[in-house]
């Protein structure tokens, strides 16, 4: 009776051969590469941070997270604060809500796989301060319209993007608002097309 090694043999070759293409492919994985995206890394709020960031590279290996961490000490990591942002390569952008105003934060983008965490550079901000805007009384009052003003102060060198005023009718389920400019400076608002014997308060008055 003839035995016919071939099959074993031929099994035990291709055996061989996908253990090793299997540990080659593992040899291949490394540390996602990441870094901030250059052109616009951070927009700083008073008490908010946009971060924008790029995974380059997955290192050979499935991204599992992406996102930014921050704190207030350097070179901050995953253990610190952070706000994940999807995952996969490519463009994110991560909102980090919650800061204190006028703080200085330290904060890096980054990417993980299954061999570990990558880390982009570190970027250290401060956050901006609200400013103090003084609301004035109501002037050149007529059956319907009235100026309403005020003045917006800041403490810093930042930008005040706009100013106006915030008006409810009494009763009314929603404000009204006027954009009046941008910077820091006295104002007045006019309001016109008010109704006659009515009511207005600012959102902070109480009924």
């Not at 290996?61 to 952070?82: F, H, L, M, Q, Y």
């Not at 301060?129 to 002037?139: E, K």
Request: net charge neutral; aromatic share 6%; hydrophobic share 30%.
């Amino acid at each position: 009776m003839k035995i016919n090694l071939f099959v074993p043999v031929l099994v035990l070759v291709s055996a061989i051969f996908v253990t090793s293409c299997s540990k080659d492919n593992e040899s291949d994985h490394t540390l996602p590469e990441i870094s901030d995206v250059a052109a616009n890394p951070v927009l700083v709020r008073a008490t908010s941070v946009k971060v924008n960031g790029f995974v380059k590279s997955d290192g050979n290996a499935k991204i599992t997270g992406r996102g930014a961490c921050w704190s207030t000490s350097e070179n901050p990591t995953i253990n610190d604060s952070k706000v994940e942002s999807g995952t996969g390569s490519g463009i994110f952008m991560t909102d980090i809500t919650g800061l204190e105003q006028n703080t200085e934060y330290h904060v890096r983008v980054y990417a993980t796989n299954k061999i570990g965490t990558a880390y982009g550079r570190q970027i250290t901000f401060i956050t901006a301060t609200l400013p103090t805007v003084t609301t004035t009384a109501a002037s050149s009052i007529t059956s319907t319209s009235a100026s309403v003003g005020g003045e917006v102060t800041i403490t810093r060198n930042e930008e005040v993007e706009v100013y106006g005023t915030d008006y409810w009718k009494h009763g009314a389920a929603k404000n009204k608002s006027t954009r009046d400019g941008s910077g820091s400076r006295a104002f007045t608002s006019l309001h016109s097309g008010i109704k006659p014997s009515t009511a207005y308060k600012r959102p902070d008055h109480t009924q």
